[in-house]
């Protein structure tokens, strides 16, 4: 493990009298930004100037409309197409890692412009952390780099050797992304305060009611990202084989679906909402097919989470990660789901989240600012609320 002591490279300082961090990330889904965002919070908590910038942006238009108009419609049409392209950017000779690598290297000029005056660089989007790997390990990018993995699944676009550091949530994405070669630190999740926080008693039963969804009924509460992908009328209808159980449905943006669904019995379709450890604390079961932020929103909320019909590429990468680690099982069949809404349909109406998995003893934003120059190397890793 790289750290700032030993790197041999003098960072440039910044003229701010606040370390500055550049944070670099991607609007496509809401994943990259999310983390992003909370970044920038507990930095500023910590006294460090922080800014981010979509590493999309920087991209000629043609690259732009590729990762940000094709992702989507390529999951939902061509799943099959999405999963081999997944597979084949693990090997850079390909030609989906051809058209990547262009996109990597014509984001450097730009990244370097903005990165002008900063103390450190982290980024929670893979391709943007490959852009940071090659300006780093050439010499043309003089501060520590960094980045976060999203994704419970490690894949080789997020690992560069060039890069400071590789931080992850969970020590399980740590183990599965030492096969690339580099060492990656568990730092914990970067989610919200509001999700590790225990409700007032009173929201289970509020929700609900605001809700339409009876109290007693139990309740499971699919995501399908921002973008509402994946096989979820499928979802749908394996929930719809328990005698009871009600289906909250969170849509995000894709209004497609949520059209599709309404009028269903016992689902609740929801557009995109800001309320969702509100939401979390009403369910009793989170069913998720990607591995995205949502569930590790759960994980922290202390509400059980399930993988069903993951989507392909990273959301099967993930589910298979978090499955083995015991953190989401990966249902197969709509009995297990069935059977999974008997398990975890009684739970309390308030609890305190367990963190077996994380401790507030490390915090991605700790790392990110010894790195900056904010704390002192031996700084004790420590979680700022």
Do not use: K
Request: glycine share 8%; net charge positive.
């Amino acid at each position: 493990m790289v750290t700032p002591s030993d790197t041999g490279r003098t960072p440039l300082r910044s003229v701010s009298p606040r370390p500055r961090v550049l944070v670099l990330s991607a609007s496509i889904g809401q994943g990259h930004d999310g983390a992003a965002r909370e970044l920038v919070r507990r930095l500023d908590r910590r006294g460090v100037a922080a800014d981010v910038l979509d590493w999309t942006d920087l991209l000629p238009v043609w690259g732009r409309r590729a990762l940000r108009d094709l992702y989507a419609p390529t999951v939902h049409r061509t799943p099959a197409l999405f999963d081999r392209l997944f597979t084949d950017l693990e090997h850079p000779r390909r030609p989906a890692s051809l058209v990547t690598q262009r996109l990597i290297t014509v984001a450097e000029r730009p990244v370097l412009d903005a990165a002008r005056g900063a103390d450190a660089v982290v980024t929670t989007y893979p391709l943007a952390g490959r852009t940071l790997g090659g300006l780093r390990a050439d010499g043309r990018l003089a501060v520590p780099t960094l980045t976060y993995l999203t994704d419970p699944a490690a894949h080789r676009l997020w690992c560069h050797p060039g890069l400071d550091e590789h931080l992850t949530v969970t020590e399980a994405t740590a183990a599965d992304g030492a096969r690339y070669g580099v060492a990656l630190r568990s730092v914990g999740p970067l989610c919200a305060p509001r999700f590790s926080r225990p409700m007032p008693v009173t929201t289970r039963a509020r929700v609900r009611d605001e809700l339409g969804v009876p109290g007693d009924a139990p309740t499971a509460l699919l995501v399908t990202g921002s973008l509402g992908m994946g096989d979820v009328e499928d979802t749908v209808d394996a929930l719809g084989r328990h005698p009871r159980a009600w289906a909250v449905v969170a849509c995000g943006r894709n209004a497609r679906l949520r059209a599709r669904l309404a009028g269903r019995e016992r689902v609740v379709t929801l557009g995109w909402r800001d309320d969702v450890p509100e939401l979390m604390t009403a369910a009793d079961l989170l069913v998720h097919n990607a591995g995205g932020l949502s569930c590790t929103e759960a994980l922290v909320a202390g509400l059980p989470a399930v993988t069903y019909r993951p989507i392909p590429g990273h959301g099967r990468a993930n589910a298979a990660v978090l499955d083995a680690a015991g953190l989401a099982p990966w249902l197969r069949e709509p009995d297990e789901l069935v059977d999974a809404v008997d398990r975890h349909g009684a739970r309390p109406a308030r609890r305190r989240p367990p963190r077996p998995w994380w401790t507030e003893e490390r915090d991605a934003s700790a790392v990110v600012a010894r790195y900056a120059g904010a704390l002192a190397p031996d700084t004790e890793l420590a979680a700022v609320g």
